[in-house]
């Protein structure tokens, strides 16, 4: 897949470089030319540019370009410009950082379709998230086993946990099921609201809108996805 991350500190830049280690193609842009020669080695492309300049951001490959990042945690006002001016530009995807509560209101009315909270999340989940298809969240246990969310393949629609199989054909464990159930609230007003199910049950029938939550090897995750 194909990134574009704005902002290298602490946070863009690790996720920019665990993106590229993934095999990804990643544009880590930054208005510090320093940061740019510091990782040029070590992200697909560096550019150093002002992501708040139209004129310069038009000029990116936007089209072939996935998901667009805004990781700027120093200044919320440049996080704000530039998350609303990738968003005029219609990109596929668009991510970004959130500093406080108000900022992510405002990120909320941009109508960006993610926010990244750096100081709860680590970089390692987000780049996991991003670069294997249909994981929801994750959690790492360390460098090669992790616990992921994960939406239910379409060809798992209606067979039971049993049928699927997992530990037998990918070594993987299925220790939940996410649902989503219709509440209704003192007002009348109704919400869809997700609902975990308990300890798996060999014979629990998924549908394609759940969510299986499974564990073991990264190898072997990557391997049930792409079997997808």
């Known amino acids: 897949m194909k990134y574009i991350i704005v902002g290298l500190g602490s946070f863009g830049a690790s996720l920019a470089e665990k993106l590229t280690e993934q095999g990804n193609e990643v544009i880590g842009i930054d208005t510090s030319m320093h940061k740019v020669e510091n990782y040029k ?9 002002d992501a708040t300049d139209e004129v310069t951001v038009v000029g990116l490959p936007l089209k072939e370009t996935d998901v667009v990042i805004i990781t700027i945690g120093e200044n919320k006002g440049v996080n704000v410009m530039a998350t609303a001016l990738f ?8 991510i970004s950082r959130s500093i406080d509560p108000l900022h992510e209101n405002v990120l909320d009315a941009i109508g960006v379709d993610e926010i990244v909270r750096p100081e709860e999340e680590s970089a390692a989940r987000w780049a996991k998230k991003l670069s294997l298809k249909e994981v929801v969240d ?27 199989d997992v ?15 219709v509440e209704k609230s003192l007002v009348g007003k109704t919400k869809n609201v997700t609902k975990v199910r308990g300890v798996a049950n060999p014979d629990d029938v998924l549908t394609k809108e759940d969510i299986l939550v499974i564990y073991g ?10 079997d997808d």
């Open 41 to 49: 080695e070590r992200i697909t492309h560096t550019i150093c540019m």
């Open 167 to 181: 530990r037998k054909n990918y070594n993987l464990l299925v220790l939940t099921t996410i649902g989503s159930v």
């Open 138 to 164: 994750s959690f790492e246990l360390n460098s090669d086993y992790c616990i992921v969310e994960v939406k239910v393949p379409e060809k798992f629609h209606g067979k039971t946990i049993k049928e699927i």
């Open 87 to 94: 968003k005029n530009l219609q990109v596929k995807k668009l």
């Open 217 to 226: 090897s990264n190898k072997n995750i990557k391997r049930f996805l792409k």
